[in-house]
């Protein structure tokens, strides 16, 4: 199975600076990552598919880069609606797995 | 607009049932893949189990794989997670999600709102 390694697991940062949120897996995996918002009591949104293509409607401040077995998320400058849990998930291969999740708070 | 609707959920006793359905609108059903992921009180995503548009090919996450039974019914534009010898640590959010899987490209672009299945005595 391909682990998928998140860091760091929480963030505190302030409206305005730049995140950047790294997911390594455990073996290769193409292009076959992907990027979600969870914010509490809600269904995980997806930002990013393809390690670097943003979801239609999803904000430019988000980007995401990589392929292989190391992958960026970048936020340029977080504004206060983007604090919330991220997560990465790798579609190549079963069994689908995800990160475990970075936790952006508010410094 | 795609809307996913999950419903069946409840508090069962360890070892038994429960079967959850997502009903499914605003897309071409049976085009698509289907997946269910959970969500444990507190805790991290985990995928469960995913079907394909004709649902002639399954797949389970072995946490889950010979108790789980993933189905769907296309006349129905229905998706079906039938949960058996349920344990406390299947206690989750279980998302329904339609899984985009074209020539290059896959990804869970619409997720419903959860149904909470608590296993407990």
């Known amino acids: 199975d391909i682990q998928l390694t998140q860091s760091p697991s929480f963030l505190s940062t302030s409206v305005g600076d730049r995140v950047t949120i790294t997911c390594r897996a455990s073996q290769g995996i193409s292009s076959y990552l992907a990027w979600y918002q969870q914010k509490p009591g809600k269904a995980p949104k997806l930002l990013i598919y393809g390690a670097s293509t943003l979801q239609s409607g999803v904000p430019s401040r988000f980007s995401g880069s990589g392929s292989g077995t190391e992958f960026t998320l970048t936020i340029s400058s977080l504004q206060p609606e983007d604090f919330a849990t991220y997560y990465c998930q790798q579609l190549n291969s079963y069994p689908l797995t995800f990160g475990g999740g970075t936790k952006v708070e508010i410094k | 607009e795609v809307q996913l609707l999950e419903s069946g959920g409840g508090l069962v006793q360890p070892g038994g049932s429960l079967r959850l359905s997502c009903a499914a609108s605003g897309f071409t059903f049976s085009s698509n893949a289907m997946s269910w992921v959970r969500q444990a009180p507190g805790k991290g995503l985990e995928w469960v189990s995913a079907?394909?548009?004709?649902?002639?090919?399954?797949y389970y996450a072995d946490s889950v794989k010979g108790r789980f039974t993933i189905s769907r019914d296309n006349s129905k534009n229905t998706l079906s997670l039938q949960l058996n010898s349920l344990r406390a640590e299947d206690t989750a959010v279980y998302y329904c999600?339609?899984?985009?899987?074209?020539?290059?490209?896959?990804?869970?672009?619409?997720w419903g709102q959860g149904a909470l299945v608590t296993v407990s005595s």
């Open positions: 079907i394909s548009g004709s649902g002639g090919s399954t």
């Open positions: 999600v339609k899984f985009t899987a074209a020539t290059g490209t896959r990804f869970f672009d619409y």
